[in-house]
């Protein structure tokens, strides 16, 4: 008898990656929301950082920063260790679009959750796996 996991871990990322394209597909997500999800789930973090959290050019970050900032969706603050930094964070109004985009997300998926007569416990196991896989390896630490 094999070993069922490793093929169920690797189908749980697949299947975890096609949920969120498919939500992406049907769901307006402005630009930026990302580093919006990143900013909430890291907290206060430098530009740099960022960057690297969200894989991509240090200027990429900087222009969506700018944009967010123009928004009045994230503000920058002095580094709390480092007077020279800055880091960035959420501004109430950033927090309050990313609830929205969770909200028109969270709706899509429980229209599609309605189709498959999934239980609400089913349902928490799964978030209570991906929990856990996620918090076993946190992010280091984004500020500079």
Do not use: F, I, K, Y
Not at 42 to 49: E, K, Q, R
Not at 129 to 141: A, F, I, N, S
């Amino acid at each position: 008898m094999t070993d069922p996991l490793p093929s169920l871990a690797s189908d749980l990322v697949v299947q975890a990656a096609r949920l969120t394209r498919a939500v992406r597909r049907e769901v307006d997500h402005p630009a930026g929301v990302r580093t919006l999800s990143l900013l909430d789930e890291l907290g206060p973090c430098g530009v740099t950082a960022l960057a690297a959290a969200d894989r991509c050019s240090q200027p990429t970050m900087t222009a969506t920063v700018r944009a967010l900032l123009e928004q009045g969706l994230v503000d920058r603050r002095p580094h709390p260790s480092d007077g020279r930094a800055r880091v960035v964070v959420l501004t109430e109004t950033g927090h309050a679009e990313l609830s929205r985009v969770r909200r028109a997300n969270a709706e899509l998926v429980m229209a599609r959750l309605t189709d498959t007569h999934h239980t609400a416990e089913e349902v928490a196991t799964a978030v209570a796996v991906l929990r856990d896989v996620l918090d076993l390896h946190p992010q280091e630490d984004p500020t500079p």
